[in-house]
């Protein structure tokens, strides 16, 4: 079983399991300020789940490369939508400041 690194916490999942409800599940910290309440609940259109992530992961699809490519992200910036993203082997994820986590100070990791 895969082990997620996030927020202090080890999380074991299941292969293709979904990185947003692992993380919310296990009580990880995923929306800064006000985007725990106003965030899109997992569908990819507002961008507040977005994370940097280390390990194997899927390939961005469509919605993760669309919303990562408007601002305030960009698509040079190695972050990716935990809602959009299937964990594939073991993964250590990074959040940084900023409504939509695109700051550069980092709010927690690993």
């Known amino acids: 079983m895969p082990k997620v690194l996030a927020q202090g916490k080890t999380i074991e999942c299941h292969h293709g399991e979904n990185l947003r409800k692992v993380l919310l599940k296990s ?9 725990k309440v106003i965030n899109c609940r997992g569908i990819g259109s ?3 789940c977005a994370v940097k992530i280390e390990g194997e992961v899927s390939a961005a699809n ?4 669309g919303r990562r490519s408007l601002p305030p992200h960009s698509p040079t ?7 959009q993203t299937q964990v594939l082997g073991d993964v250590k ?5 900023g409504f939509w986590g695109q700051g550069s100070q980092v709010v927690w990791q690993r």
Do not use: E
Request: glycine share 14%; net charge neutral; aromatic share 10%.
């Open 77 to 83: 910036k190695d972050l990716r939508l935990a809602c």
């Open 27 to 35: 009580g990880v910290d995923l929306y800064n300020g006000g985007a």
């Open 93 to 97: 994820v990074t959040k940084f400041d």
């Open 62 to 65: 469509w919605r993760d490369q």
């Open 46 to 48: 507002c961008g507040t």
